[in-house]
């Protein structure tokens, strides 16, 4: 849209008489701690994203942020709100837009006990609730972005999959009650907020929008502001306040005596299809989360220089069909039982199991797998060699800290989140990711199959990390409902040939998820990402379009990464299609 | 100016910073409570993102770009933070980056550049470069609270120990009692123990955390030299301020032949080793506040000097390999030690403790800055004091005990704030 300048001095008076003059800025030095982001490399080529804000705002309240939004209507100034505020999409998209970070509404409104929810303003983390909900043995959903990012933007806004969604299954399917700031400033009651007053359904009784303001994928601040929400929670069965032992790198949590981890590991991608299935058909875990060996190494060394030589090994590059299990049970009889079920699941599958929080002798017989399928792999003497490799890499680390305790570690980083960015942000600095459709078992494993294909070119030029191709990242959902694996590429964002290649990389990976039928990519956000995606998917965006028309008629709520107004994403994608 | 100071040898820690805004909360396994998830006192205030250490980070790869042009509002970004080094702690949990060493080096940028410090730490630097004290006092005035202590002078006398006061524990007369105290014990456990009196000169940190890093290479490698020539075997000394930065910097200044020891270590060496006895009960309910010159930033300098490589295309490793200072080995069991060793006393802890500790606002030139800033920390800090239950905040750092008794005056808890020295002398049946 076009900026009307003239009358943004007096928005900024009437927009500063809402906050205080201390809740709002344009100065430079600020504006640009807002332009820098994660990902802004893939747009420009630097760390900067193409627009710095005009200004940025900090509302304390509903009340304000509809203020906000009504000065922003009647100004013309495009909007857009962050919570905390990860990656480019939460950056303007558009000249001259005022950034709402929405940092002072930090608060957990309540905690529904009996009816297992929270209500959440848009800054509180995962860290956050789950402390506090873990107080009266409930838990929460945390995305994989990790406990620090915002718990109400990944339901509302984004797609937030993460660790437990085996058992708490995902962001947007979490979401009850919504409070929403429209784009023209009213404020709507979702669900049964809107009928009862109460927040224990994001349907009926009483309006439910789900569709209009997030659809699948969500909005990314493209469709006004949502300033309140409920999110369901589950049971925890482990202490009320976890005891945190060790020290910075490595933390782990103590008395998880019912919540074990299980490192699975199978020997094909179809016998770890077939476990995943199995596994959710049994409903006895809480956790099933696939890790690609790049990331099973990293979640264990505290270097880079370790994780180097550990992978040099090719020890972990030789289990790649793993999966990190957590069982959990509010009782010895019933963690016993699903302990038992689970030894028979990976029995059924051919499976073994690499580590566990407590090694049994039983697990002699894996080791003899183990042996098998490395000598298969690498022959008895590439075999050895791997061994001995491993051995003095990784067995110095096992030698150190115990594997018990490595798979403490493990327990901890599934269950807190808190230690995700550094699976991933230490191989350069920063990471893409494609593919990750919510769908069958099937056809996420066909998903990560695929995106090693995609990748390894870009490898081989040496842009992306050389993680052999699969860094396939995801969960099973629901106790095998859905099950998503999205490929990661990690890359230096201080190299611009890295930056560009990663771009690449997303854009061929669109293209291959749709036209191998693989399920929606979740990069389908923005023009672009609909542009690619819309010949299979009956021009969904067309809807997205004529939605964000009748919320947004001024077309203030900034929708760069979502979608753009009807006649202008009509034109892009026909464009798009001609090329 | 050492490399290491300057900006641009950050460049590519700037452009990985990813603004996860991890250093914005302590440690996130840590998390006990929605109520203490904030490590750093700048953006808990200010709120806007350019106030935390990765908006800080921001701020420096824009002015090295070009971006942005040094004002007001950058000098108000860079020197609203206490350089406590939590953000550090928190980045360094997840990232290989070295996000304290850029809030140095930025702010060295702006003095070498001529655009800080602030003027409100002008007499600080003047101080410093006058009277060899912040506190802009005369020289002689320093050595005031040894005059009656009866202890050795050096470098007239010789001791195997320099008990080093620092200015505070030196000038401030609330707090000469610390120094008093300390040396006291020292003597009466048959520490050969001595102090340089009016010669004692400030450890340079102030400048340091300010940006004058010309000054503060001048105070440290005078420093080392002197001390070196004493022939010392030990300098101990009560300052956490002067502690972190004679542990964590002066090593990159110059070889030194002593060792440094904070005084909560020699005393629980002397406790450990019955040098001291700790027999009269103090019935008293405490919480530790850990001081970040004690703590995370009192770790040992680790040198380092090679070069960065890539393997496997992005993954950054070093040659030779880099050990990071991840606030793990400051003095955080000492003085928990010491206050276990206290009969009679419970150690209640709070929620934000040790390498993660919430700071108390008073460091990096912001109490003389902005006080206001410094007050609200303490408050905070206090805040989480207060809901242990406890009646006392035990410290060991000046400068905190300064700012949390101001928290403390600000507020009606009633709770009382005592140096960790003042509740070993009580138990040895001192005053
Ligand atoms: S400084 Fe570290 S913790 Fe802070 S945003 Fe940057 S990478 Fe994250
Ligand atoms: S040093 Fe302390 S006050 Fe400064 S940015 Fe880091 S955590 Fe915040």
Redesign the pocket.
Known sequence: MTVQTASRESAYLELEHIVGPEHITSSPVIMDSYTFQFNADNITGTNWGPFRPWAVILPESTRQVQAIVRVCNEHEVPFKAISTGWAIMGAPSCEGCLQIDLRRMNHIIEIDEENMYAVVEPYVSGAALQAEAMKKGLNCHIHGAGSNASLLANATSVCGQGNTGMSTSHSNRNLLGVEWVTPTGEVLHLGSLGQTGRWFTGDGPGPSLRGAMRGFLGAFGGIGVFTRCALKLYPWYGPREPEVKGTTPDYWLEGLDRIHVFQVVLESWDSFADFCYKLGEAEIAMVACRNAPVVAVAGVVDSNEEFVEIWESEYFQSFPYALSVVIDAGSDAEFAHRTRVLHDIVDDCGGLIQFATKTRPSYIKYQLRMLNWLRKQHGTVGAVRVLYRAARSFGKIVHEKGMDHLARTMAAAMIKAHANARAIFRFGGSFITTFGALETIDAAVAGAKRGIEVKKPYIERGVLMDDTGDNAWGTIYEQGALMHLEEVAAYDPSDPEAAAGATRFMIDAIVASRDDHIGFCFNGFSDLGHGLLSDQTSGYYRWLAALKDAFDPAGVSDGGYYVSRSEEVTALVDGLQKH | MNPRHKLDYYEKDLKRCCHCSM?KFIPLIQVKDARYTQ?????SQKDFHA???GG?LHAALSLLEGRIEPDADLLDVVYR????????VSCKHNRDLE??EV?FALRAHLVSTGVGPLPEHEPILMGIRNYDNVWQQPRQARGRWAKDAGVKVLPKQSAEVLYFAGCTYSLNRQLTGVARKTVALMKSAGVDVGVLGEEEPCCGSPAFTIGDHELFMEKAAANIAMFNRLGIKRLVTSCAGCFGVMSGKYPAVGDMSFEVVPAVSFIEELVREGGIRLTHPVNMTVTYHDPCHLGRQSEPYIPWEGRELKKLNSVVVHDPPKEYRRGTKGVYDAPREVLAAVPGLTLTEMKRIREYSF?CGSG?GVKSAFPEFALTAARERVAEAEETGVRAIVTACPWCEANLADGLAAGESGMELFDLVDIVTRAMGGE
């Open positions: 250093c490590v750093c006192p700048a953006i106030y935390c250490a800080k933070c206490s350089t406590c080094g939590g953000c550090d996000p304290l809030l700071c990096g």
